[in-house]
């Protein structure tokens, strides 16, 4: 089992900054693949980005150029820097860990309960 707990959601106005971090705990996390998603309000979960545990990164279309993901297995902690935002960011956003080279939920085995984003315009 893998534990993971995300942090770092809050309200900010449309054109700033928020870092997200998830911090895992249970075992060992260099093997997984951990990538982060989103709810947008009355929406279904979508894939944001996911970084593999061969290092290779992924993006979503609508947030490329603007999110950054990261890694720190000696931490067990995945990061989401989320720059330029905009009111259409506003969702839930949750993070996962699997082991299929995935973009989609069902690729993913375990799951943090999530933190607010809310962009204002």
Same mark, same amino acid.
């Not at 911090?23 to 990538?35: K, N, T, V």
């Not at 980005?49 to 990261?70: E, H, L, P, Q, W």
């Not at 969702?91 to 690729?107: E, I, L, M, T």
């Given at each position: 089992?893998?534990?993971?707990?995300?942090?770092?959601?809050?309200?900010?106005?449309?054109?700033?900054?928020?870092?997200?971090?998830?911090?895992?705990?249970?075992?060992?996390?260099?093997?997984?693949?951990?990538?982060?998603?989103?709810?947008?309000?009355?929406?279904?979960? +979508?894939?944001? @980005?996911?970084? %593999?545990?061969?290092?290779?990164?992924? #993006? &979503?279309?609508? =947030?490329? *150029?603007?999110?950054?993901?990261?890694?720190?297995?000696?931490?067990?902690?995945?990061?989401?820097?989320?720059?330029?935002?905009?009111? +259409?960011?506003? @969702?839930?956003? %949750?993070?996962?860990?699997?082991?299929? #080279? &995935?973009?989609? =939920?069902? *690729?993913?085995?375990?799951?943090?309960?999530?933190?607010?984003?809310?962009?204002?315009?």
């Amino acid at each position: 089992q893998v534990q993971l707990v995300e942090s770092g959601g809050g309200l900010v106005q449309a054109g700033g900054s928020l870092r997200l971090s998830c911090a895992a705990s249970g075992r060992a996390f260099s093997p997984y693949d951990l990538a982060w998603f989103r709810q947008p309000p009355g929406k279904e979960r +979508e894939f944001v @980005a996911a970084i %593999y545990r061969s290092g290779n990164t992924y #993006y &979503a279309d609508s =947030v490329k *150029g603007r999110f950054t993901i990261s890694r720190d297995n000696t931490k067990n902690m995945v990061y989401l820097q989320m720059n330029s935002l905009k009111p +259409e960011d506003t @969702a839930v956003y %949750y993070c996962a860990a699997g082991s299929r #080279y &995935a973009k989609y =939920v069902a *690729g993913y085995d375990y799951w943090g309960q999530g933190t607010q984003v809310t962009v204002s315009s």
